[in-house]
């Protein structure tokens, strides 16, 4: 493992570029003389809740550490009006598109054509970087976007002397399945020629998220590895869920399927634990998430209440780190959001991975095992109640992550805002010499 300061990395490219030397010279001055910061996110968002959550996360951190900076993200999500913003935090809503099992995109509302759809898409990402005239753009996890709807804006924004950053989360893909889908999508000549940083939300002796590609030198040294992004209770918030949560007399495990709409093999099974063991040592409460089949949700809403007081089940909760600071342990899918909740809340918790259509989740849980942070409950398809079972009886003398002792796995976003701060300097901040882990 090699360390890496933010103070001497910054003598090796300037940590804000001259503005004179800005192809869009005029733009630059610009952005020089103004007093505050702006940084553009873009999230591509088709369904899920994960890019959009980190990217909030991340938004929320960098303007609590500045006063004078401003966040804009860029998503697709069809709910991410249901999420609060921190002041100086917002949003632009780009038409949403849906991934269908056979790995083609659709409109997700609108009844036209997936290219036209792209197109809009395209444009309003192009011509709100035009408007908003960032600081920095960070791009989530997609090098030049989905259907490289970003490649344009990113051209755009590298000639106006923008500072453009790739985030990863700790896991892609399997790197046999990763290394020829980011072929077709020419994601390696982006990353050579137009990214200037890559930021992993990880720690390498978990994962490293490019493993199996060919990284030439040159990308390999625009990436550092940040740690996991920490999760906090919001303040202030008015929680009518959290307020139920608050009134059991009882502990209970938290189930949580992420946004839902492949998780009701894993609520099915907890139920049937449930419904065929008296003896569990806890109540559960049942998430299932906004993007689960109303039908599904029907049931399975149905099913808990006959269970009476043993199990609860609700769609949607905006603020999933509320319900899990407050849980006995968690059984969850292992998305990125919700590890990094079981980390930041110290929560024993037993991981069942979805394997389709990407193995990320498998990889995460795996790798969290074998260090000792979780326990990883394969879905085998056959999903036997008596391994649930035992699953959640064991989960009461389970060890915390806190347990397994790994400098730097939840340093992520202040992190973030070290490497944030090396473009975009503050006056008033003196330059500090922290590592972060390559």
């Not at 795996?366 to 959640?392: C, F, S, W, Y």
Request: include cysteine; charged fraction near 25%; charge should be positive.
């Amino acid at each position: 493992m090699t360390l890496l300061f933010v103070a001497e990395r910054g003598a090796e490219r300037p940590a804000r570029r001259s503005p004179m030397a800005d192809i869009g010279g005029r733009n630059g001055v610009r952005r020089a003389l103004r007093t505050d910061r702006r940084v553009l996110i873009y999230s591509h968002d088709t369904m899920g809740l994960g890019h959009l959550r980190r990217c909030r996360a991340i938004a929320h951190a960098l303007v609590e550490a500045d006063k004078d900076l401003s966040v804009l993200i860029l998503s697709g999500s069809p709910i991410i009006g249901s999420f609060d913003f921190k002041a100086r935090v917002d949003f632009v809503r780009i038409p949403g598109v849906i991934k269908l099992r056979n790995g083609e995109y659709t409109s997700l509302n609108l009844h036209i054509d997936i290219a036209q759809t792209l197109a809009i898409r395209a444009s309003i990402i192009r011509h709100t970087a035009e408007a908003f005239d960032p600081d920095m753009f960070l791009v989530d996890k997609e090098p030049l976007g989905l259907r490289g709807e970003v490649a344009e804006t990113l051209h755009f924004l590298k000639r106006r002397g923008v500072p453009l950053v790739l985030g990863l989360r700790d896991v892609m893909d399997d790197p046999a399945l990763l290394e020829p889908e980011w072929r077709r999508k020419k994601a390696l000549p982006a990353l050579r020629e137009l990214y200037d940083d890559i930021w992993v939300y990880g720690l390498p002796q978990i994962c490293d998220p490019l493993e199996g590609l060919a990284i030439p030198q040159t990308v390999r040294k625009k990436i550092s590895y940040t740690g996991y992004l920490k999760r906090m209770i919001p303040i202030g918030n008015p929680r009518s869920t959290v307020e139920l949560a608050e009134a059991r007399e009882q502990p209970y495990v938290l189930v949580t399927t992420g946004g839902g709409g492949d998780g009701d093999a894993l609520i099915d099974w907890v139920l049937r634990a449930y419904e065929s063991e008296e003896n569990l040592p806890h109540r559960a409460l049942l998430v299932l998430g906004p993007f689960m089949q109303q039908e599904k949700q029907s049931e399975f809403i149905e099913r808990a209440a006959r269970l009476g007081h043993k199990v609860e089940a609700i769609t949607f909760d905006a603020h999933l780190e509320q319900l899990i600071a407050r849980a006995s342990g968690v059984v969850a899918m292992g998305g990125y959001n919700t590890f990094c909740e079981i980390l930041s809340f110290d929560k024993p918790a037993v991981i069942v991975p979805r394997i389709a259509p990407r193995l990320e989740q498998f990889i995460r849980a795996e790798r969290a095992e074998n260090v000792g942070l979780v326990r990883m409950l394969p879905d085998d398809g056959v999903r036997d109640t008596g391994k649930m079972i035992e699953a959640l009886k064991a989960l009461a003398d389970q060890n915390p992550p806190s347990a397994a002792v790994i400098p730097g796995l939840l340093d992520g976003l202040e992190n973030v805002g070290r490497l944030i701060a090396r473009w975009l300097p503050r006056a008033d901040a003196p330059v500090k010499k922290r590592a972060l882990t390559r």
